[in-house]
T-cell receptor, first 110, second 114 residues
Framework: SQQGEEDPQALSIQEGENATMNCSYK?????LQWYRQNSGRGLVHLILIRSNEREKHSGRLRVTLDTSKKSSSLLITASRAADTASYFCAQRSGNTPLVFGKGTRLSVIA | GAVVSQHPSWVICKSGTSVKIECRSLDFQATTMFWYRQFPKQSLMLMATSNEGSKATYEQGVEKDKFLINHASLTLSTLTVTSAHPEDSSFYICSANPGEETQYFGPGTRLLVL
């Protein structure tokens, strides 16, 4: 399976704290994408980082990519209760469809 | 961003019946759409790639005769779960790519087979 792994599987933090989620993958990639999924809902695209990029920011989100280690991290700063969701990384290689990791369930406690 | 819709959002059916799920790209054309399945607290698993005007490509372990895919136009793909059984109960999500790197997802269809 080419499926990646997220770490941790579950994370619980207080509102205002930062949340860091990690993702590892197995094959060479064109880009890596992070998605959020609220319980029972569809996926919302958060950020895309290409294989030649090392870091990207979007609002309170910061994504890093280390292709030598085949890993990526998603940092959410100053978390809010509304950030409670599952977060998935997904990799794209060539023209293949996205392959998703197992996800991290984030709980932000107010 | 691009918008992908799914219909219905949820469906309950009796075992043995067939269920059709529609996936539409609302503001772009998609020659390729993807169907994923997600069981509770698990990740999305790709079921098949739907190709406009040609046969779908199924992932290993997915029965093509059970999960019929029809991509009849550039904005519509349908997934029909034939002779559904309780183990087919799941969350089905489609996605499409409007020629960009980003893949856009529908809101999902929750299927419950009694």
């Amino acid at each position: 399976s080419q499926q990646g792994e997220e770490d941790p599987q579950a994370l619980s933090i207080q509102e205002g704290e930062n949340a860091t989620m990690n993702c590892s993958y197995k094959t060479s990639i064109n880009n890596l994408q992070w998605y959020r999924q609220n319980s029972g809902r569809g996926l919302v695209h958060l950020i895309l980082i290409r294989s030649n990029e090392r870091e990207k920011h979007s609002g309170r989100l910061r994504v890093t990519l280390d292709t030598s280690k085949k890993s990526s991290s998603l940092l959410i700063t100053a978390s809010r209760a509304a950030d409670t969701a599952s977060y998935f990384c997904a990799q794209r290689s060539g023209n293949t469809p996205l392959v998703f990791g197992k996800g991290t369930r984030l709980s932000v406690i107010a | 961003g691009a918008v992908v819709s799914q219909h219905p959002s949820w469906v309950i059916c009796k075992s043995g019946t067939s269920v059709k799920i529609e996936c539409r790209s609302l503001d772009f054309q998609a020659t390729t759409m993807f169907w994923y399945r997600q069981f509770p607290k698990q990740s999305l698993m790709l079921m098949a790639t739907s190709n406009e005007g040609s046969k779908a490509t199924y992932e290993q372990g997915v029965e093509k005769d059970k999960f019929l895919i029809n991509h009849a136009s550039l904005t519509l793909s349908t997934l029909t779960v034939t002779s559904a059984h309780p183990e087919d109960s799941s969350f089905y999500i489609c996605s499409a790519n409007p020629g960009e790197e980003t893949q856009y997802f529908g809101p999902g269809t929750r299927l419950l087979v009694l």
